[in-house]
């Protein structure tokens, strides 16, 4: 069976980093600050975490996102003691609907513009917006690892924006994240603050995420795969689409560092990124391509100066139900998997577009790792599912 999600990292890279001195996180702050183009990085335990210290020094009290996202980014608002406000998506790339934010928005609030599944935002208009309205511009660029708008790459934009190495991320080691500054005073604010209240990670917890990745790098293999989907699906289950989250407690991810062995393993990513986000590029581009015409699904539709890499390739079954068309694609050995498609705003009436994709929206492999006899397998399977 085909796995929807693999690690972007190799076996031999997992164990080399293991075997780490000091200086790797400031050598991979460096090379993000040259990819990016932005002033200043401070690495984090996570996308989330980076978002929450963000927010924790900025005093503007409500944040505008989209209301179809990731639960982990508001769990991080909220914990943060900010106001969440949702805007409803475009059905056609699951970004924030900008017209929409127009007439929602309030002076001086804060704008986080998501660049959903990879696929860029319309970040020029959002930036316009928030100068019309003192409004401060964060990315969420979790997804977005390498993609472009204009040109540029997503996550330099905005004042700050944050990143994700989690294990289905294009750049990865499993856990940890960046925050990346175009801003130098915010970068102060928010490194004194992180050095106030984190606690250094501990050389065992590193160890724990590395294994995590190369447990789930060995449980996706095409070979084990389907015992590993057999026993995941009786022990977890699919996803409802709408998650309970708790935030009455704050996770310890919060308050732990990242370490020199996962800023390893990032390097190693870092020093083949280019060749993953072009094949991630070529397998979305057959995707878009060979499955045009299948009338069962709707792909993602996006202008030519949105160059995405997709952290996970959407599109939305266009009748049934989500759940039976899984189904019968895993019985063909195609995992689509639920761990994206939910939205967190569950008031059809505001928000019908994000509430659609959180019924109907599922995702097709997108990593590097994928053959050309794997994507034929993945064509076949669409097509006579």
């Not at 856990?175 to 915010?186: C, E, V, W």
């Not at 409802?240 to 996770?251: N, R």
């Amino acid at each position: 069976m085909i796995a929807r999600i693999r690690p972007e990292v190799k076996y031999a890279h997992l164990l080399r980093s293991l075997f780490v001195g000091e200086h790797y996180k400031k050598k991979l702050e460096e090379e993000l600050k040259a990819y990016f183009g932005v002033k200043e990085v401070l690495l984090t335990q996570g996308g989330r975490v980076g978002l929450y210290y963000l927010l924790r020094v900025l005093p503007q009290k409500k944040v505008y996102l989209p209301a179809y996202t990731c639960w982990a980014v508001p769990e991080a608002i909220l914990h943060a003691d900010k106001k969440l406000e949702y805007v409803d998506i475009k059905p056609a790339d699951y970004n924030m609907d900008v017209e929409k934010l127009r007439k929602a928005i309030t002076p001086h609030s804060i704008i986080l513009a998501t660049h959903q599944f990879g696929i860029p935002c319309d970040i020029d208009e959002i930036a316009a917006l928030a100068r019309e309205n003192d409004c401060l511009v964060l990315e969420d660029n979790a997804a977005g690892f390498g993609s472009t708008y204009k040109g540029k790459k997503t996550g330099s934009f905005g004042a700050a924006s944050i990143i994700s190495f989690e294990f289905s991320k294009t750049l990865t080691c499993g856990k940890g994240g960046a925050i990346l500054f175009n801003d130098r005073d915010l970068y102060l604010k928010v490194k004194n603050l992180y050095a106030e209240e984190i606690r250094k990670s501990r050389y065992l917890e590193a160890l724990k995420h590395i294994l995590y990745v190369l447990g789930y790098s060995v449980a996706t293999n095409k070979a084990l795969f389907n015992v590993t989907h057999f026993l995941f699906s009786k022990t977890k289950g699919l996803t409802t689409g709408y998650p309970d989250y708790d935030t009455t407690e704050m996770s310890d991810l919060y308050l732990s560092d990242f370490d020199d062995v996962r800023a390893k393993l990032t390097l190693f990513g870092m020093k083949a990124i280019d060749r993953v986000t072009g094949r991630k590029r070529e397998i979305a581009e057959f995707y878009l391509r060979e499955l045009a015409d299948c009338d069962k699904v709707e792909l993602p539709v996006y202008p030519d100066y949105k160059s995405p890499v997709f952290m996970r390739f959407p599109f939305r079954v266009t009748s049934g139900r989500k759940e039976d068309f899984y189904a019968r694609c895993a019985e063909k050995g195609l995992d689509l998997a639920f761990t994206f498609s939910y939205s967190c705003d569950t008031d059809r009436e505001k928000s019908p577009y994000s509430c659609r994709a959180a019924d109907t929206v599922l995702n097709l492999p997108v990593y590097s790792k994928l053959s050309q006899g794997d994507l034929q397998a993945i064509k076949k399977v669409m097509l006579t599912v």
